[in-house]
């Protein structure tokens, strides 16, 4: 018995050094392969393991005593176990990745609810199948004709239906009994919930059946071979909403443009009110809409207009919605941000000190949300968002916290994100920061506006609150703008709007 162990174990100790070599490598070759680590890092850990492994080789293969063979049996599979670990986490990475990028074909569902009267009494979309109708085509004509579309296939009938030329209208259609139902984007749903008039719609009407539409759109890449995303200046537009999904379609509430000069460590984080009447990009005429509308329309709409705005070209876009933020705050183990004042969040209760405090995600969702305990009320919410994006930005330039909340950053996102970083981009300017680990200069700065109501581009009908924007602001925004790009370093002072001499 003992010489047939004698036999067997050295044998296995074989092969376990051989299963730990191979796995190494394609761990090697995995790493190498994302290149997101530096190569002051990459080389001496691969000289590293290669020695380690050659060691162990050597004890192995050499007839070696036995004490010293069971400690490169130890060394070996504790190796081999990292291996199996890191291939893992790698493999994650890139089903993450993969979620979290732009695709070539960029896919979105649009939610449709068929409303009824809060009094009628169908549960579900049989029972209102013989129910006459109300329509709009203002807005998303095509998918609104899909979900038709796929309602009178389910129900394997053709609808008693009515066009209406607005939203407004429809919805009153049905309120005052002339109509039974009525078919609407969800989204759409959520900017009539914002109107005085429509405050308490969700009382009176309910939701009897929601159809998905699906849509499919190819992205057109537009190489830049000239463009450094490590050394060039370039834009990200951050976009931030209350939705299930990253992808979908809604209001957004925050409207950030990330101004970055990798070659100079310095981000402006500019911010545009929600409520900002500026000219909409799918209008042909230039009609003026909130900004926060854009969202609804898509990511690019709101793209487009803040690039007509500016007179700027944002190159790049992130999403996220508030369950994702949650999320990535307390996978970055809470953020650092200052308060200009102490308060108890209107929603949650959650109290906020004056100056400095450390929040985790559910807190830091709340600290951007509140106004209602600010006389500034917008104003104030947007110097939070910035406030809350930069505690971010700071928490994840230490490379330390992204090696040590790998998993939990990762697990962060899945879902909740959405942008259109390449790759290769987005490995380069890990490399980057882990290779020099700086510090970054981040400065806000927020364009400001006077309130009054008019009427909106995406809720035509209908008289609503908007912000007028403060032109001296923007000025001084564009020029904040180009002072990033030309690679000069913003000081405090330079935030500060220059008062214009009177003659």
Aim: charged share 25%; net charge negative.
């Amino acid at each position: 018995m003992n010489n047939y162990k004698d036999k067997i174990w050295p044998i296995a100790q074989k092969v376990i050094y051989v299963l730990t070599v191979l796995a190494t490598a394609g761990l090697m070759f995995k790493v190498a392969g994302l290149d997101m680590l530096p190569v002051k890092y990459l080389v001496p850990i691969i000289l590293a393991v290669v020695f380690l492994l050659l060691a162990i080789g050597v004890i192995f293969f050499r007839n070696s005593k036995n004490v010293l063979r069971v400690i490169a049996l130890v060394l070996s599979i504790v190796i081999l176990v990292v291996d199996v670990v890191g291939l893992n986490m790698i493999s994650e990475f890139e089903k993450t990745m993969s979620d979290l990028l732009e695709d070539d074909v960029k896919v979105e569902e649009f939610v449709f609810g068929v409303y009824v009267r809060a009094a009628d009494k169908s549960e579900n979309l049989e029972d209102v199948k013989r129910h006459d109708f109300a329509y709009s085509l203002a807005y998303d004509r095509n998918n609104t004709k899909k979900a038709i579309d796929k309602i009178e296939t389910e129900l394997a009938r053709n609808l008693d239906m009515t066009e209406y030329d607005t939203i407004p209208e429809m919805v009153n259609s049905v309120l005052a009994g002339e109509k039974d139902a009525f078919i609407l984007n969800n989204s759409y749903m959520a900017i009539l919930e914002e109107q005085e008039e429509y405050a308490d719609i969700a009382d009176k009407i309910k939701c009897v059946h929601e159809c998905v539409v699906t849509t499919e759109t190819k992205v057109e890449a537009q190489p830049d071979e000239d463009f450094d995303i490590t050394k060039d200046p370039f834009i990200v537009y951050l976009s931030g909403h209350d939705t299930r999904k990253a992808s979908s379609r809604a209001n957004s509430d925050v409207n950030i443009l990330a101004v970055v000069n990798p070659s100079t460590k310095q981000v402006l984080l500019l911010n545009t009110p929600r409520d900002f009447y500026i000219p909409i990009s799918v209008s042909d005429e230039g009609a003026l809409d909130k900004l926060t509308h854009c969202g609804v329309h898509g990511v690019e709409c709101s793209m487009d207009t803040l690039n007509a705005y500016y007179d700027i070209d944002i190159r790049y876009y992130a999403q996220v919605n508030f369950n994702g933020f949650v999320r990535l705050v307390d996978a970055l183990g809470g953020i650092t941000v200052y308060s200009e004042k102490e308060f108890i969040s209107t929603s949650e209760g959650v109290h906020i000190q004056q100056g400095i405090n450390h929040l985790d995600g559910e807190s830091a969702l709340e600290f951007v949300r509140e106004r209602k305990k600010f006389g500034a009320g917008d104003h104030a919410r947007g110097r939070h968002q910035m406030a809350v994006i930069k505690g971010i930005m700071e928490r994840a330039a230490s490379g330390t916290t992204l090696l040590s909340n790998y998993n939990e950053i990762l697990a962060s996102m899945g879902g909740y994100f959405r942008c259109n970083l390449e790759q290769e981009e987005m490995s380069a300017l890990v490399k980057m920061q882990l290779s020099d680990m700086a510090q970054w200069n981040i400065q806000t700065y927020a364009v400001s506006g006077s309130g009054t109501k008019d009427k909106c581009y995406s809720m035509k009908g209908l008289i609503t609150y908007v912000m007028i924007p403060d032109e001296a602001t923007v000025d001084h925004a564009k020029t904040l703008i180009q002072m990033v790009y030309d690679g000069e370093v913003i000081e405090p002072e330079d935030l500060v709007v220059p008062v214009k001499e009177t003659e």
